[in-house]
């Protein structure tokens, strides 16, 4: 059975005319499911006949909530939801004075192996629809009462490694039949999937590309991230570039400040030489430390410092707000640590 929530709205229109039924019922279907009504026979526009036939071919795949997470430290809720097949994703809501932001989750798990992030532990099991990947906004939304205006693409998984179920979600979430999320409000994060990049490039859309980066020579990266062994950072750039002109977007690079690993002010300064003059910016991240490894976070000297290199050097950077610490909310924290826990019953 097909998970409606998979299907644009050209996709339903052209079911309902196979099936011998009004195309514009497609878009009251919709605006019911946008609406938070996920059971068809409370569409009470739609005619019997049409529900049976609507019943008999989907269903409206809202996952089932797991576990909730509240933090003490700032306004950051922390939602596990579990699937219809059973396996677990999980998601971050983030209230801010400018509205609600979503973390979602695009594959159950992820195979790029980046040392810092739980949720490459154990691998992939398998990619995320683009119908999974909106139910994460759509319950989120319905548990806080309160519409979501910015998505961030960086929870678990590799958006890239799934990519064409992610476009298809891009064109449904921002679509006035769907979400309706402007493009402008959506972040997408790779940790460096060159041709992917490219082929994002000359789609042209209007949503902001992170590149986890995270070191400014091979040699560094490659501690940390297999993907440096695939595509070298002299690959990133040369694709950055491309983006960037193709586009007219300034690009954000993700920099994960590691204890001892990339957080000298040599690094620094690497960094600066590396991305002089390009049209970017630079998130610093403090990472949050995970059990199943032994790195570290910089001290909050350290980022300082780092920060204020990349400053003199006239690259523009920022320090990630660091969110949600005592709710597991970094990438797959919550999720491995409920799987440990059911392992252990």
């Not at 006035?176 to 490219?198: A, D, Y």
């Given at each position: ?241 491309y983006y960037i002109n193709k586009t007219n977007r300034r690009l954000t690079f993700e920099y994960a400040l590691v204890k001892d690993l990339n957080d000298s002010r040599l690094d620094a300064e690497n960094l600066s030489n590396l991305l002089s003059g390009m049209l970017c910016h630079v998130n610093l991240i403090p990472i949050n430390e995970i059990k199943e490894n032994e790195l570290k976070t910089s001290s909050k000297d350290n980022v ?42």
């Amino acid at each position: 059975m097909i998970n409606i929530l998979d299907l644009n709205l050209l996709e339903l229109k052209k079911w309902m005319k196979i099936n011998g039924e009004s195309e514009f019922r497609a878009k009251q279907v919709f605006d019911w499911i946008y609406k938070d009504v996920w059971d068809f026979e409370d569409m009470n526009n739609i005619p019997k006949g049409v529900k049976e036939k609507l019943q008999s071919d989907f269903h409206i795949g809202i996952p089932k909530l797991v576990e909730e997470y509240s933090s003490k430290l700032n306004d950051t809720k922390k939602y596990l939801f579990a699937l219809e097949d059973g396996n677990l994703i999980e998601c971050v809501i983030m209230k801010y004075k400018h509205g609600n932001s979503i973390c979602i989750s695009t594959q159950v798990g992820c195979r790029m192996g980046c040392k810092f992030c739980a949720s490459t532990i154990g691998g992939m099991i398998r990619n995320l629809s683009p119908g999974e990947m909106l139910a994460q906004i759509m319950k989120s939304q319905h548990l806080i009462g309160e519409r979501i205006s910015n998505v961030v693409l960086m929870g678990s998984g590799e958006p890239f490694d799934n990519f064409d179920n992610v476009m298809k979600f891009l064109e449904i979430v921002t679509s006035g039949n769907g979400l309706n999320i402007g493009q402008r409000h959506i972040t997408i994060s790779t940790c460096g999937i060159v041709p992917k990049i490219k082929e994002f490039a000359d789609i042209n859309l209007q949503i902001t590309l992170a590149i986890s980066l995270h070191a400014a020579t091979d040699e560094i990266r490659m501690k940390s991230m297999p993907i440096a062994n695939k595509y070298s950072i002299a690959e990133i750039i040369d694709v950055s570039k491309y983006y960037i002109n193709k586009t007219n977007r300034r690009l954000t690079f993700e920099y994960a400040l590691v204890k001892d690993l990339n957080d000298s002010r040599l690094d620094a300064e690497n960094l600066s030489n590396l991305l002089s003059g390009m049209l970017c910016h630079v998130n610093l991240i403090p990472i949050n430390e995970i059990k199943e490894n032994e790195l570290k976070t910089s001290s909050k000297d350290n980022v300082a410092e780092f920060k204020k290199v990349l400053e003199n050097n006239n690259v523009q950077v920022t320090i990630r707000r660091e969110m949600g610490l005592d709710i597991n909310a970094a990438c797959g924290q919550l999720r491995r640590s409920y799987i440990k826990c059911e392992e252990l019953k």
